[in-house]
């Protein structure tokens, strides 16, 4: 096998599984950590009251981190207004970010019916991440480069030979039963974005993969965990990692990045969903004291859906007609529970106790 050289399409990128020692003391014991957190939160999240009434928040939430690792930038408030508001969303960051959101939710639907992690499926998350008709890239000069436009690695180049190892990659995620699903993740994560398929998209597309695998491989039954907010923290070992298993077959320490990746990530949302969930009772024994006619079960949980909310929420919930649901609203502003803003013609109500939350306040 020739030498590997960050300057030529690496078109002898090795197939996988690779050829190291992968279940190392050190890599079996960070799998059972990690395996511990993730499985502590994967309960905590089948016995919320209403499982699903954070999924939107916390897939934005990776989304907007996982955009945040290419550059893409936005803040929360943005977001979620663009997110409520009927005004059209102007900015590109945002836009890419709610997009990133709506291929997290397409990959997941389409789990459901085909529950397999196929070539298909990353050209669909792709394409619904870019919002245009991206495929494998067919035309040679893909890079990647860093912050000074240095060249750091070059993927294989050729349409054949990435299909080639995307079928081999495929067939590893979803035939090799011999590997600790953990331990698999992390070296199909390598495996993807060593290929590169696509011009852009490949790092966002890897990471919704990672979501997607912990759903497949039941270790999350709602994938609903920032694994990119460990990765914008330790950005710099991600990419070094990442380089190290090409220059120098180096995989033990990438293997125990992506599983602190797990590790700290499930341990920081079990944080949080104990600081929301503790936010929703203490806001439901304030309503039920300070406003009884108003208050119910579901109008708390309303507020807690997103962190901004409108009548149309309201309405659509059957709370009552225009004139009852705005008086509910400015009654939740009066007693501080909510604060609106106008978006354009709109009137918006933000709960700034979730989004505080949401932000590590
Ligand atoms: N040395 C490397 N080898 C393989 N992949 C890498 C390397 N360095 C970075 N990457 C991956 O490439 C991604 C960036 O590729 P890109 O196609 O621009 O994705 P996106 O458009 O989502 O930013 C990074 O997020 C990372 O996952
Ligand atoms: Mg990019």
Redesign the pocket.
């Known amino acids: 096998m020739s030498k590997f050289d960050k300057n030529i399409p690496y078109n002898d990128l090795p197939l996988l599984p690779p050829n190291a020692d992968i279940e190392t003391k050190k890599i079996l014991r960070k799998t059972i950590s990690a395996g511990r957190a993730l499985a502590q939160l994967n309960g905590t999240l089948k016995n919320l009251p209403n499982p699903t009434l954070f999924l939107d928040t916390i897939y934005l939430q990776e989304a907007k981190a996982s955009s945040e690792?290419?550059n893409i930038i936005t803040t929360n408030d943005e977001l979620y207004k663009s997110l409520v508001a009927d005004k059209k969303v102007e900015n590109s960051a945002t836009k890419e970010v709610l997009s990133y959101k709506e291929a997290l939710w397409l990959g997941l639907e389409q789990l459901k019916e085909k529950p397999f992690i196929t070539t298909n499926l990353c050209i669909s998350i792709v394409q619904c991440?870019k919002q245009n008709t991206a495929s494998i890239r067919v035309t040679p000069g893909t890079t990647?480069r860093n912050t000074k436009s240095e060249v750091?690695?070059t993927?294989p180049s050729g349409e054949a030979v990435i299909r080639e190892k995307l079928t081999n990659l495929e067939k590893f995620i979803n035939e090799d039963n011999t590997i600790d699903p953990l331990i698999k993740m992390a070296l199909m994560h390598?495996q993807f974005?060593?290929i590169?398929p696509?011009?852009?998209?490949?790092?966002?597309?890897?990471?919704i993969l990672l979501l997607l695998y912990l759903k497949l491989s039941g270790l999350l039954d709602t994938p609903a965990i920032y694994l990119s907010e460990y990765i914008i923290k330790k950005k710099a070992d991600?990419?070094k990692n990442?380089?190290n298993v090409?220059e120098k077959n180096d995989w033990e320490s990438y293997i125990l990045y992506m599983l602190d990746m797990i590790e700290e990530t499930a341990n920081r949302g079990l944080g949080r969903l104990d600081k929301i969930t503790t936010a929703i009772d203490n806001t439901a024994e304030d309503i039920k004291t300070k406003l009884p006619k108003i208050y119910s079960k579901d109008l708390v949980e309303i507020l807690f859906r997103l962190p901004y909310t409108k009548r149309q929420h309201l309405i659509d919930e059957n709370f009552g007609n225009p004139k009852t649901v705005g008086n509910y609203l400015m009654t939740l502003e009066e007693y501080g529970f909510l604060k609106s803003v106008k978006v354009g013609k709109e009137k918006l109500y933000l709960n700034e106790r979730l989004l505080n939350i949401l932000e590590g306040k």
């Open positions: 690792v290419e991440i990647l750091i690695y993927p390598y974005e060593a590169h696509f011009a852009d998209g490949n790092g966002r597309t890897g990471r991600y990419y990442l380089r090409s």
